[in-house]
């Protein structure tokens, strides 16, 4: 982590790739928007897939690291994926991934906002809307899974994720005190 937070502050990034990289990068982000039902975070799964498992570029501890580090950053939910881009490309992969993630989806939500308007209570708008929460939750499941990578080892981060899922479904308890038995079992290094 620490080695991430140098490298961010360093202003460049880790690869200096060339502009036909940089496109495909772009290209890549452009295909993820339509996917990121949900928000951007959604389509994490497949970014992780990309950018380590298929180009290399970051190991599973960066790409972990740029996710959390964007979402513990005040403002958007999708400073992760510029991170990600600035990690991977400087600020050309931060234009390239940024835009690719924000462009088709924004324009889609514009279309469809104003077809929904036009058209809200015919039956296959409704159902239309009812089918993307499944989808979403499924989004969000394989999220998780992927940014578990690299603790799933340790036996105890399976039952601390067991324990929060199921105190998360069974009781109406805060989720800022299952962040405090997360942050308690780390220091204790049971995580």
Known sequence: MSDLLASVSAGAGLHGLDW????GLLLHFLLLSMLS??????AAPDMQRYLVGQQGWLSDSEFTASVAIGQAAPGP???FVA????QVAGLAG???????????STVLAMAVGRYRQRRAHSLAMRAFSAGLAPLTLGLLGATGWVL????????????????????MLRTRLSPLWLIALGAVAGMAGWV
């Open 20 to 23: 036909p990289t940089v496109a």
């Open 37 to 42: 039902v949900g928000g951007a975070i959604t």
């Open 77 to 79: 939910n999708l400073l």
């Open 83 to 86: 991170l990600l881009g600035w």
């Open 94 to 104: 931060l234009v390239a991934t940024l835009v690719g993630i924000l462009l088709p």
């Open 148 to 167: 578990l990578a690299p603790t799933r080892h340790p036996p105890g981060a399976a039952a601390l994720v067991a324990v929060t899922l199921l105190v």
